[in-house]
Nanobody, 127 residues
Framework: QIGLLESGGGSVPAGSSLRLSCEASDVYSNMCIGWFRQAPGKPREAVAFISTLSGTASYADSIKGRFTLSYDYAKNTMYLRMNSLQAGDTGIYRC?????????????????????WGQGTQVTVSS
């Protein structure tokens, strides 16, 4: 069982930055971990994912160039740095993980591709 604990959400004006953290237990070097988000009334949207095997990250087109995903192996913690936030980035951000030996975790998986989910952290961006 993998435990995922998110933090770092908040309410900010458009153009601001936030850094989300996801502390993970029992993460190994053969996993894909990342973030989904969900806005009210909308389906879950894949945001960004990283391979713990290679450290390579992938991003959804909607956030590419504004968000940066990284993983600190010493702290077992994943970080999502979000710059130039827009109202459309509002939603609950949930950390996800799954065992996967790939060196590249695709940027647009289905939510069913991930078995482990955190509780989520709210990000609200006002325009």
């Amino acid at each position: 069982q993998i435990g995922l604990l998110e933090s770092g959400g908040g309410s900010v004006p458009a153009g601001s930055s936030l850094r989300l953290s996801c502390e993970a237990s029992d993460v190994y070097s053969n996993m894909c971990i990342g973030w989904f988000r969900q806005a009210p009334g909308k389906p879950r949207e894949a945001v960004a994912f990283i391979s713990t095997l290679s450290g390579t990250a992938s991003y959804a087109d909607s956030i590419k160039g504004r968000f940066t995903l990284s993983y600190d192996y010493a702290k077992n913690t994943m970080y999502l740095r979000m710059n130039s936030l827009q109202a459309g980035d509002t939603g609950i951000y949930r950390c996800v993980a799954n065992y996967d030996g790939s060196k590249y975790c695709g940027p647009s998986p289905s939510p069913t591709d991930y078995n482990y989910w955190g509780q989520g952290t709210q990000v609200t961006v006002s325009s």
